[in-house]
């Protein structure tokens, strides 16, 4: 991105949304064996919620003469039917990178659903097509922007955006009261279904 002016342009990003959005739609499904809880029993969850969706943690392979995304840093993925009940991970720790994060998981990190995931996606996208994060700073702390102040809707940012994808963005953003959209599946349709 650094090499192109600090974006991509849409089909290269849309490509890399797609796959970010199917290795979501894998981890957001899939059983976990072997989760520890506090009182030091073994149980099976279902579905991994990553919390740290963002440019920096897309990868992307040459193979066959295509780019292919690979997902890293699982670091603070949490398995999210058991959430709470590990003991690991406190609320109100301020955990994950603040320009990628919604307020939902501001407000409650310890209990975040796949749809912060969605979010941050979505922030991800906005990024790769404007070279703006969603939200302005204005010197403020991160934490504090993302509890105060509402994404910056992205066509004041790419004027090129066509409006209906423009609209698929800003709706995927919008975080206040909730998430629009909870499943990965269901915004990587309504990014197919009006790219």
């Not at 981890?27 to 009182?39: G, L, V, W």
């Not at 922030?123 to 404007?130: G, K, N, P």
């Not at 955006?161 to 423009?166: G, N, Q």
């Amino acid at each position: 991105m650094q090499q192109r002016g600090g974006k991509l342009n849409i089909e290269e990003a849309f490509n890399i949304i797609y796959q970010v959005l199917d290795a979501l739609i894998y981890a957001h499904h899939a059983d976990i064996p072997n989760i520890k809880q506090a009182d030091g029993s073994i149980k099976q969850g279902q579905s991994l919620v990553h919390r740290d969706i963002k440019p920096a943690n897309i990868f992307l392979v040459k193979s066959q003469g295509k780019n292919i995304v690979k997902l890293a840093d699982y670091g603070l993925s949490k398995v999210f039917d058991l959430a709470g009940l590990s003991g690991r991970t406190m609320t109100g720790n301020k955990a994950g990178t603040p320009l990628f994060m919604c307020r939902q998981q501001v407000l409650n990190f310890k209990y975040v659903q796949p749809e912060v995931d969605i979010w941050a996606t979505a922030a991800t996208l906005y990024y790769m097509l404007t070279g703006y994060f969603p939200r302005d700073l204005n010197n403020k702390d991160p934490f504090l922007a993302i509890l105060q102040d509402s994404p910056v809707s992205i066509r004041q940012r790419n004027v090129n955006i066509p409006d209906v994808l423009a609209n698929i963005i800003d709706l995927a953003l919008q975080d206040n009261p909730e998430l629009h959209f909870k499943e990965a599946e269901t915004f990587k349709q309504a990014l197919i279904n009006n790219l």
